[in-house]
């Protein structure tokens, strides 16, 4: 399985932007999908998930109401919609997919089996 993330570049403050996350496999093979980032000097976090047979998404509160996880399932593909964009979002951003997880909030994220290589987020002020 692979999982490649495009969509990452410089963006200023306040700014949005997409980043895309396309699987070899279906997206329906995986249970959970999500994203996570890390930020320069720091650990990895969880950013969003989804369930991805009922649609549901997770939020980590410093991103709720800014950013929008969602799945096409015709492109095997899900997306990451990041609105009003801050400095403190400057991070590599990493797609997860895991086919077996029950849990597909972002702090379950840690231990799913397949991994995108990363695209880099950077926002300037």
């Known amino acids: 399985v692979q999982l490649v993330e495009s969509g990452g570049g410089s963006v200023q403050t306040g700014g949005p932007l997409r980043l895309s996350c396309g699987a070899s496999d279906a997206t329906d093979s995986f249970n959970c999908m999500g994203w996570f980032r890390q930020p320069p000097g720091k650990e990895r976090e969880g950013v969003a998930g989804?369930?991805?047979?009922?649609?549901?998404?997770y939020y980590a509160d410093s991103v709720k109401g800014r950013f929008t996880p969602s799945q096409d399932n015709a492109n095997s593909a899900v997306y990451l919609q990041m609105d009003s964009l801050e400095p403190e979002d400057t991070a590599t951003y990493y797609c997860?997919?895991?086919?077996?997880?029950?849990?597909?909030?972002?702090?379950?994220?840690?231990?799913?089996?397949?991994w995108g290589q990363g695209t880099q987020v950077t926002v300037s002020s």
């Open positions: 989804i369930r991805t047979d009922s649609g549901t998404v």
């Open positions: 997860a997919a895991d086919p077996f997880s029950l849990d597909c909030t972002p702090v379950a994220g840690f231990d799913w089996t397949y």
